[in-house]
């Protein structure tokens, strides 16, 4: 927690230098495709909207901005890789929440996200479905508490990663359900998803712009959500909180980062193209329409916010007695 706490003052610094080097930046950033990194593979929620952003900062930026996906670890195999690449603006990463996750679930890190990370924007936030295979004979998240306390350690959830936010969130709804089930985690969303629709696995907690066209398609049953509000996509669904779990209200939210000492110049564009692309009226009513809601910060904006999700999910795990590998 505290780690990530300590990463925000530099970003404050670097932003108040920003004013009088910007025209700098302009000239000469960036003259070259740029790569963001992403922790995840392809086909997911998260690596859906990174694309259609990806290609509205290329829109704006003049140079290709291009997508790779680094699966595994959840995302710290992307983090490190952004971590040690050069501090010159031309690798980013596409992060999720796994970012403040991470220090909870692993003892040894082979990379500081506080220290060796730096805070462009905050990008999106998603409400998270829980959804069941169309065999699991539950139509209602009631029944499926019960289903879950029938049979109990013989059902089998999904995951993108261990201590990514959909493990973590399924953990929080079998706390609230008092039930108990199987972790399989995998290397990201599409695959976790995919097995959900193969019957492989029961249960998914996953990202509303991944979950909701399935639904949609009812190649699965969604029972609940854990946005504070129904959705709007899907208005029959019922929350968490409206059901079993009140006050409960949980997102998969994502961002950029840059490797430690990159340029304040260079952070400060990329920002302030990063909010304008989100902005842009076909990528929001496309980020909307698939439920995700569009954030958008300065540096020191997202680092506050990172330090503020890094301390509560900290008390989370304290409580639930969860402690790192």
């Known amino acids: ?21 910007i025209a700098l930046a302009d000239d000469v950033y960036p003259n070259k495709p740029i790569r963001v990194v992403i922790g995840f593979s392809a086909g997911g929620g998260t690596d859906m909207v990174l694309r259609s952003l990806a290609g ?6 003049g140079v290709q901005v291009l997508v790779e996906n680094r699966p595994g670890a959840n995302g710290n195999i992307a983090g490190e890789l952004v ?16 970012v403040v996750l991470s220090q909870y679930f692993y003892s040894k890190l082979a990379y500081d996200p506080g220290k060796d990370l730096m805070p462009v924007a905050l990008t999106i936030n998603s409400p998270l479905v829980i959804a069941v295979h169309p065999g699991v004979p539950a139509n209602t998240i009631q029944e499926f508490v019960a289903y879950l306390k029938a049979n109990p350690g013989k059902v089998n959830y999904s995951a993108a990663g261990a201590g990514n936010i959909t493990h973590v969130a ?37 990202t509303s712009p991944a979950m909701v066209p399935q639904v949609k398609a009812k190649t699965i049953r969604g029972l609940a959500v854990t946005s504070a509000k129904r959705m709007n996509a899907v208005p029959d669904i019922p929350t968490l909180a409206e059901t079993i779990a009140p006050g409960t209200e949980l997102g998969s939210w994502s961002g950029v980062m840059a490797p430690a000492k990159t340029p304040a110049v260079v952070i400060a564009k990329l920002s302030a193209v990063i909010n304008r692309a989100l902005q842009d009226p076909d990528l929001k009513a496309k980020i909307e329409a698939s439920s995700a809601e569009v954030r958008g910060s300065t540096p020191e904006q997202y680092a506050t916010f990172l330090r503020a999700e890094s301390e509560r999910w900290g008390t989370v795990f304290k409580r639930a007695g969860l402690k790192p590998d």
């Open 1 to 21: 927690m505290i780690r990530i706490g300590r990463s925000c003052i530099s970003v404050i610094a670097l932003w108040a230098l920003t004013v009088s080097g």
């Open 56 to 61: 509205k900062m290329t829109e704006l930026l």
């Open 83 to 98: 971590a040690k690449s050069p501090a010159d603006g031309y690798t980013l990463l596409y992060n999720t929440s796994s």
């Open 170 to 206: 399924a953990l929080h709804f079998l706390l609230a359900a008092d039930a108990q089930a199987t972790h399989v985690p995998y290397k990201g969303e599409a695959q976790a998803l995919a097995d959900l629709m193969g019957g492989q696995v029961q249960f998914y907690v996953g």
